[in-house]
């Protein structure tokens, strides 16, 4: 089944575009995993970058489910499919249905905190 996702060209909300994936996507590199986003920011950092032309999507900050862990990212990094994680990404992309992010960058949500908490964290 296919996704589909919105993604930027520009600085005005008519650049936005579709993008659509013909499979469910996966992690971009071995040391990465693939998060089904729940929550992310949208902060200064991304109002500054957008509006000066950077034309990545934004979301600096990302919490979801882990749905996909390369196979680099398994040995090292203690994170595991069906964790839920907070992350900070490398370089925005959060506002997206799935994020492919280095599994070192992110943090288990412990159990006891909830959804709308844990992008605080």
């Given at each position: ?36 986003v729940?929550?992310?920011?949208v ?6 970058e ?55 960058s ?16």
């Open positions: 089944q296919g996704q589909i996702d919105i993604y930027g060209i520009g600085k005005s909300p008519k650049s936005l575009k579709l993008r659509r994936y013909s499979k469910s996507p996966r992690p971009e590199m071995n040391d990465h995993i693939l998060v089904k729940e929550a992310s920011t902060s200064i950092q991304d109002y500054l957008r509006s000066s032309g950077y034309l990545e999507v934004p979301g600096r900050q990302v919490m979801g489910e882990v749905v996909s862990v390369g196979k680099k990212a398994k040995k090292g990094d203690n994170i595991q499919v069906g964790d839920r994680i907070v992350a900070l990404t490398p370089n925005g992309n959060g506002n997206a249905r799935f994020i492919s992010i280095p599994a070192k992110a943090i288990p949500i412990p159990s006891d905190v909830k959804r709308d908490d844990a992008i605080c964290l």
